[in-house]
């Protein structure tokens, strides 16, 4: 038969074709799971043997069996390889998304709490909302803010904590004040 499928004769091909698409389908479906593509890879391998038929022209019918599950084996391996990637890829973008998600939920927070506290701090006498301006908006050092104000830094240091005392009472009443005001300040 194999002579024949190696002459080109399309019936000796469709009796192969009867007698090995069974098995080679039932093997590759129950690796991969799928039964479009199981079909599509049996398809392939007898595309395959076809192209090199005349290499089997005195082969055995299980030598033209086995290279056809080789190459569904092949393929199915490839195949399973493919959706693994792909599958790690869309994990990775997926959890990418949330770690995104959290991201932007947590720099919410955090624009919002500065927002409440820089309110908070606007409410204070304006001698001490300007001087946490300097310090914790604009970055000033403590020899800065003495030089700019024209005082010693001993008593920038002085109003500095009872600026923040005073901002830790405003917060404490509006119940804003907890562990992350520490954290900011």
């Known amino acids: 038969m194999l002579a024949q ?5 399309e019936n000796a091909m469709k009796v192969l074709f009867d007698r090995c698409y069974p098995r080679l389908y039932y093997y590759v479906f129950k690796l991969i799971q799928n039964e479009n593509e199981a079909r599509d890879q049996v398809q392939e391998a007898f595309m395959a043997f076809w192209q090199r038929r005349e290499a089997f022209r005195a082969a055995a019918i299980t030598d033209a069996e086995a290279f056809m599950i080789t190459v569904v084996r092949n393929r199915a391996y490839n195949y399973i390889k493919h959706q693994q990637i ?3 890829k869309q994990d990775h973008i997926l959890s990418g998304i949330d770690s995104i998600d959290d991201q932007m939920e947590a720099r919410l927070i955090q624009t919002d709490l500065f927002y ?3 309110q908070e701090m ?7 909302a300007a001087l946490l301006k300097m310090i914790y908006l604009e970055g000033l050092d403590t020899a800065e803010i003495a030089a700019r104000l024209n005082t010693t830094p001993n ?3 002085n109003q500095k904590a009872r600026a923040l005392e005073k901002l830790r009472t405003l917060l404490l009443k509006k119940g804003l004040y907890s ?3 520490l954290f900011f300040f």
């Open 86 to 88: 792909k599958a790690g």
């Open 179 to 181: 562990p992350l005001f």
């Open 122 to 128: 606007m409410a204070l006498p304006p001698q001490q």
């Open 116 to 118: 409440r506290i820089y």
């Open 155 to 157: 008593n920038v240091r």
């Open 5 to 9: 499928v190696a002459a080109g004769d």
